[in-house]
């Protein structure tokens, strides 16, 4: 069963703004940290952002601070990665899965793919 769902991706140009989501349902809701990752082609896979449920507390990428803000319904067991200001570096496949630590990951969504033309 499909546990954790991104959507949001899109083609915009230099200096737009997209917002992602990831839905999660199942086994996905039980643990604490939600994390975005990304990887654009010929490159390795790349942390973005995190955020954990339990104190809120949040971290980022030094490429993306400042023009990057996750956040999370917890309500809705979704989290959003608002994303402004955008580069063409930027472009990539744009991932959220979830585990009970940062470096522990035991879920991935399908993911979901960000272009951003100069």
């Known amino acids: 069963q499909v546990q954790l769902v991104e959507s949001g991706g899109g083609l915009v140009q230099a200096g737009d703004s997209l917002r992602l989501s990831c839905a999660a349902s199942g086994r996905a809701v039980r643990y604490d940290v939600t994390v975005w990752f990304r990887q654009a082609p010929g490159k390795e896979r790349e942390f973005v952002a995190a955020?954990?449920?339990?104190?809120?507390?949040?971290n980022y990428a030094d490429s993306v601070k400042g023009r990057f803000t996750v956040s999370r319904d917890n309500a809705k067991n979704t989290v959003y990665l608002q994303m402004n200001s955008l580069k063409p570096e930027d472009t990539a496949v744009y991932y959220c899965a979830v585990g009970p630590y940062y470096n522990q990951i035991n879920i991935w969504g399908q993911g979901t793919q960000v272009t951003v033309s100069s």
């Open positions: 955020i954990r449920r339990s104190t809120g507390t949040t």
